[in-house]
Nanobody
Framework: QVQLVESGGGLVQAGGSLRVSCAAS??????MGWFRQAPGKEREFVAA????????TYADSVKGRFTISRDNAKNTVYLQMNSLKPEDTAVYYC?????????????????WGQGTQVTVSS
């Protein structure tokens, strides 16, 4: 019943921008966020946002470059990625939680999207 569908991934040159989207359906959530996983690496936190207040949280590696936002009416969360670097290359996963714990912990999230590939070339 719950579905998280990502879109907007693709190939972009270093220094460029990309916006990924995640459309949620099936229920309401306390927070939604983005994680990413590069080949051979652990899945890491990128950004999250509380649904009601819209308070954002960012990983240090993306602060000042990425912006997370949400559209309550559309039940959609966005991740605007600017000044992209090759090290940003990863599969980006949308996640959602009904909990009110840490928004940066992977274990706090109950639902996950299928992931969308973001590749940043030099």
């Amino acid at each position: 019943q719950v579905q998280l569908v990502e879109s907007g991934g693709g190939l972009v040159q270093a220094g460029g921008s990309l916006r990924v989207s995640c459309a949620a359906s099936g229920r309401t959530f306390s927070s939604m966020g983005w994680f990413r996983q590069a080949p051979g690496k652990e899945r890491e936190f990128v950004a999250a946002i509380s649904w009601s207040v819209g308070r954002p949280t960012y990983a240090d590696s993306v602060k000042g470059r990425f912006t997370i936002s949400r559209d309550n009416a559309k039940n959609t969360v966005y991740l605007q990625m600017n000044s992209l670097k090759p090290e940003d290359t990863a599969v980006y996963y949308c996640a959602a939680t009904t909990k009110y714990g840490s928004r940066w912990s992977r274990d706090e999230y109950d639902f996950w999207g299928q992931g969308t590939q973001v590749t940043v070339s030099s």
